[in-house]
Structure formats: C-alpha cells, structure tokens
C-alpha cells in the first residue's frame, strides 16, 4: 500500500491530515522558506492530539542554504534530544528529518552522522538537501551507511514527475536497504502517474489552500490523494 506523508505547518493543519487519512505527516515551521524545525510545544501538543498518524519532525534551525554551522549543528542535537524526550501518549511512530551538505557538493557526513546517532531510536529521512548533490547513486550508499532510515527526493528535478527516470534509479540502487519517498509537485490529478512512473510506494506533498489568510491544509484533497493511491 502506498503511504502519504503530508507536509503541515502547525497542529491544527495537522488534525486536518490526520482526519482525511493521511498516513504521516512531516510536521514544520515556515514553509515558505522549505520548512523549519516548529516549536517544541507545537511538537508536543501534536504528539498528544494526534490519534494515528506517524510524524516526522524537521530538524533545520534556518532557510536559506544546506551548510550546518557548528553552532547550527549543536542547536540540531539540543532539538532532537528535546524531540526525544517528549511524552508520546498515543505510541505515535515519530521520526526527525535532517540534512546537511558540504562545500564540495556532497552530503557533508560527519554533521549527518552525529546527527542520526542523536536521533537513537527514532527513524530519521534525509530531506531534499539531497537534490543538490552532485552524485546522488554514491550518496544513496552513504545514507544507507550512516543509519538513516530513509530519503526524500524529486530526482533533482523541479517536480517528481519530471524527475521520474532518476527516482526510479535512485530506488533501485537502495533496493529494500532504504526507503526513497518520492516529493515535488505531487497533487491528486498526478499521484497515479507519479507512482506509475516511479515506482515508488510513498510520496510527499502539501495541501495547501488560503484560509482567513493563511496556508492551511485542504483536507479534501488529502481525501482525494489518499484514494486514488489506494
């Protein structure tokens, strides 16, 4: 069966998903800058508002580019340490989502490698830093290596459909050692194709619509999304 992970940006955009039968959601601040890690109470009262849905927490202190700082990097593990130790009422299968790249182009490993270690238990998908790595076959192997239980990719191409062909390489390579979620551009008119195209049995999406002037997440076309990959 296919999961649907949805991107939300608060707890109330989150009960909406939850209710239209979204499998998992990836719980963020600011989305017009690619999603920030929320606050720690919007983490926590998720965790016991929610009823079924796995969440997926970002672990990104800012926008803007994949470079960590040190300093950056000690605000990541202090948030997952913080994601770890919250109370999780409902057994919720909860995860963080992480990135970091190097100048060169590449995922930058040890900032990856110390932050799966903090993440213990918890599952952790490597966010779509991944698409501006030059060399994505090799840095499959390497976030297999480090631990990470899965990735998020457009195939370095604007939508998910455009990059069809390289998400389909891209889940050969990792065959059944990691999961590869397929993200960019996915809706309920195209989900079918999406998966057709590239095989894969989990995508990623927002919902958004306006309401009283924000973005908040169209439960009827999480509906729509939902059944036409059942």
């Known amino acids: 069966m296919t999961t649907v992970e949805i991107c939300v940006s608060d707890v109330p955009t989150a009960l909406v998903a939850e209710a239209a039968g979204a499998d998992r959601l990836e719980l963020c601040a600011d989305l017009g800058q690619g999603g920030t890690t929320p606050s720690l109470g919007t983490v926590a009262v998720a965790l016991r508002t929610l009823r079924r849905v796995g969440v997926r927490v970002m672990v990104r202190p ?17 948030d997952i340490e913080a994601i770890r130790g919250l109370p999780n009422p409902h057994g919720l299968a909860v995860g963080v989502v992480v990135g970091a790249l190097s100048a ?28 501006e790595v030059d060399d994505q076959l090799r840095a499959i192997d390497q976030i297999i290596d480090l631990g990470a239980d899965a990735v998020l990719t457009s ?51 927002r919902a958004p619509v306006q309401l009283d002037g924000r973005e908040a997440t169209d439960g009827d076309e999480v509906r729509r999304v939902v059944a036409a990959t059942r």
């Open 62 to 78: 800012r926008g803007g580019d994949f470079r960590v700082s040190e300093v950056e990097e000690q605000v990541m593990l202090a």
């Open 104 to 131: 060169d182009g590449g995922l930058d490993l040890a900032v990856l490698r110390r932050l799966i270690e903090a993440a213990g238990p918890l599952p952790v998908t490597v966010h779509k830093a991944f698409d």
């Open 155 to 205: 195939g370095a191409a604007p939508t998910a459909l455009a990059g069809a062909a390289r998400i389909t390489a891209l889940r050969q390579r990792a065959g059944d050692r990691l999961r590869v979620i397929a993200g960019g551009g996915i809706r309920s008119h195209n989900v079918r194709q999406v998966l057709a195209e590239t095989g894969a049995r989990e995508v990623h999406l």
